[in-house]
């Protein structure tokens, strides 16, 4: 079946970098669009980052600079690297299909930027 796992967060200091994985099986990850998305506590959810089958990419303005995706179609995974982190960053994130997230969710990956 559909699986997406996310992993690589933690706590990091304000300035730091982090780097996640979404590990994806069940499905041709190839041909799917992408995106990172995350969610604070009390926001919704929104989408941080995408990049189709081809590796175009956008980002959210929030992140522009500062993150980077990228994907690996021969080992399904696809990455976020999160440089210069801020407390705004904090938040559980995910991934799943772009621009409709219509995967099951997987059980995200926590992220918090604090001194």
């Known amino acids: 079946q559909v699986q997406l796992v996310e992993s690589g967060g933690g706590l990091v200091q304000p300035g730091g970098s982090l780097t996640l994985s979404c590990a994806a099986s069940g499905f041709d990850f190839s041909i799917y669009a992408m995106g990172w998305y995350r969610q604070a506590p009390g926001k919704q959810r929104e989408l941080v980052a995408s990049?189709?089958?081809?590796?175009?990419?956008k980002y959210a303005d929030s992140v522009k600079g500062r993150f980077t995706i990228s994907r690996d179609n021969v080992k399904n995974t696809m990455y976020l690297q999160m440089n210069s982190l801020e407390p705004e960053d904090t938040a559980v994130y995910y991934c799943?299909?772009?621009?409709?997230?219509?995967?099951?969710w997987g059980q995200g990956t926590q992220v918090t930027v604090s001194a």
């Open positions: 990049i189709t089958s081809l590796g175009n990419i």
């Open positions: 799943n299909s772009f621009p409709r997230p219509a995967l099951t």
